[in-house]
């Protein structure tokens, strides 16, 4: 199969030596604007979308997919049977029964307001990850019968050195849901004992959440009997709106849902507007590159007007003129692409695994920057710019089919 002569006239154009030596400079910065930009877009992609991708993973690796409530805000009667029924839904990987509360946790050296969650662990563990993410300690304290002692904690890590408690060590809870007594209305108090520590990789709740057995739980914020939610874990984590109306059609009225997409809205929508607008104004560094591409044709139909006039006086076409410089731009374009593509997805594993990018971990949640590029978004951004590219070859080949050989040729 024989290349076609354009290609070939173009290739030998853009690699001009001796005198044309500057022609071959200016492709190869042509070529070097479209690989940083390029690599500079799928680097930025590759940053906002670890950066989502971990922040959900963690997220619903430390809450459920779904919280069941009642309408009016009470606290389940009936959890087991609304537990049971769930469960029956199809698409439903787990549920669990918890009781919620805010409590203040002190130590003998320090104290810190928390979000107690009373677990059934076996049952939390099919909804949460947060059984697997203990740290020191162990699980099987929250599982034993409550005894006369004081009942089983788990904190999470960073609000253990808070406290400066470790395993074994006793914290008082006190929460302000307090009990009647004949001189009003006093807090519950009740010590507890730290049995472990947990790390979810997301500061929050790792600084402000705790969690016990349920029925501890229910007797310090008065639910005897009675849990804050029903918690489900779906097997399409992205299918919580059509799970929430089969879950709610089994249960019938009197129960309301929410989710983990309706209560991180404003944080991934946050995230997403980011990752459009540094792609959009990252993006802009391929359309400076493409004005490039634009300056080098232009010169290089100037240098090779003779050249041009020759080709026409020898029967090439205005077409085949075009064509050439068309091809001239496209190379550029292509072998930039591929370069900045190659870049960046090597940079991109390069970051992510030696994680070189620390952010503050209270502010983002995370301590490092992963890097995730998704084939989906690579291929739009290498598409992108090759369309660039191509555009921007059009005015220059235009302008070359256009040269009259008998002016061209006039003074030669």
Wanted: with cysteine.
């Amino acid at each position: 199969m024989s290349v076609p002569w354009e290609l070939r006239v173009a290739a030998r154009y853009l690699t001009a030596r001796r005198k044309q030596a500057f022609i071959s400079l200016i492709s190869g910065v042509a070529v070097l604007g479209v690989a940083v930009g390029v690599m500079a877009v799928l680097i930025a992609l590759g940053l906002m979308t670890g950066l989502q991708s971990e922040i959900r993973t963690r997220i619903l690796g430390a809450t459920a997919h779904i919280s069941i409530f009642q309408g009016r805000g009470e606290p389940f009667g009936d959890y087991q049977r609304v537990v049971d029924e769930v469960r029956t839904v199809p698409g439903v990987a787990g549920t669990a029964p918890v009781v919620y509360g805010k409590a203040l946790i002190t130590s003998s050296t320090g104290s810190a307001v928390a979000t107690l969650k009373g677990i059934v662990p076996a049952e939390e563990a099919t909804v949460t990850d947060v059984i697997a993410q203990i740290r020191d300690g162990a699980v099987a304290p929250l599982e034993e019968p409550l005894g006369d002692g004081p009942p089983p904690v788990l904190l999470g890590h960073v609000l253990a050195d808070t406290l400066n408690v470790g395993v074994g060590d006793v914290v008082t809870v006190t929460s302000p849901k307090g009990r009647l007594s004949p001189i009003g209305i006093l807090p519950r108090v009740k010590k507890v004992r730290v049995v472990g520590t947990v790390k979810t990789g997301l500061f929050e709740f790792d600084s402000s959440w705790a969690y016990m057995p349920l029925g501890a739980a229910q007797r310090l914020f008065g639910q005897r009997d009675q849990v804050t939610l029903v918690e489900v874990r779906l097997d399409d984590m992205f299918g919580v709106r059509e799970g929430a109306a089969s879950i709610l059609e089994k249960l019938g009225h009197g129960y309301l849902t929410t989710d983990w997409v309706q209560m991180n809205q404003s944080l991934f929508s946050a995230l997403w507007i980011e990752k459009m607008a540094i792609g959009i104004t990252i993006g802009l560094i391929v359309v400076v590159a493409a004005l490039n591409i634009v300056a080098t044709l232009v010169l290089m139909v100037m240098e090779k007007h003779k050249d041009i006039a020759i080709l026409v006086s020898m029967g090439a076409s205005r077409g085949a003129i075009t064509r050439i410089f068309m091809l001239q731009g496209s190379i550029i374009g292509t072998v930039g692409t591929t370069v900045g593509a190659v870049l960046g997805w090597g940079a991109c594993q390069v970051l992510d695994r030696y994680q070189v990018i620390q952010i503050p971990e209270d502010v983002y949640q995370i301590a490092s920057v992963p890097f995730r590029l998704l084939p989906g978004d690579a291929t739009v951004v290498i598409v992108s710019a090759l369309l660039v590219c191509f555009l921007a070859t059009l005015h220059p080949a235009r302008v070359a089919s256009r040269v009259d050989p008998a002016e061209a040729l006039r003074y030669e």
